[in-house]
């Protein structure tokens, strides 16, 4: 999977309101990978990608490395991980976000997000 690091555009306008204020909060920048396929191919690896409007974000790190982590690792930064959703739900047309990390408000589990959270736009 190739990881991007924004701090300026995801997903298009939603995408870049929660960026800039992460930016206004935060100097770290966050990961973002797997939006989909150019022109909506089918993607056997991430079979909900379909449109641009879902996509993958790392969970925060407290020690800022663009690497992976997963919600119950050392590194794993639940406080900022969970202000980026907030920040995702304020400023941008969220319809659900997937994400195994415990006791995050409105996540919901599912298979395979440890290390990821997964969130789904309105277009």
Do not use: C
Not at 4 to 13: E, F, P, R, S, V
Not at 20 to 26: P, S
Not at 31 to 49: E, M, R, T, Y
């Amino acid at each position: 999977m190739r990881w991007k690091y924004t701090q300026q555009k995801i997903a298009g306008g939603a995408g870049g309101n929660t960026a800039r204020e992460w930016q206004a909060i935060d100097d770290r920048k966050f990961g973002v990978g797997d939006i989909s396929l150019a022109g909506g191919q089918p993607n056997s690896d991430h079979a909900s990608h379909k449109n641009g409007l879902q996509l993958d974000v790392r969970p925060m790190r407290k020690d800022g490395q663009h690497q992976p982590v997963s919600f119950w690792e050392e590194q794993y930064d639940k406080a900022a991980t969970a202000k980026l959703i907030e920040l995702f739900r304020i400023y941008a047309p969220v319809i659900r976000i997937y994400f195994n990390g415990p006791d995050i408000p409105f996540v919901i589990p599912r298979a395979y997000h440890d290390n990821h959270f997964h969130v789904e736009l309105r277009g």
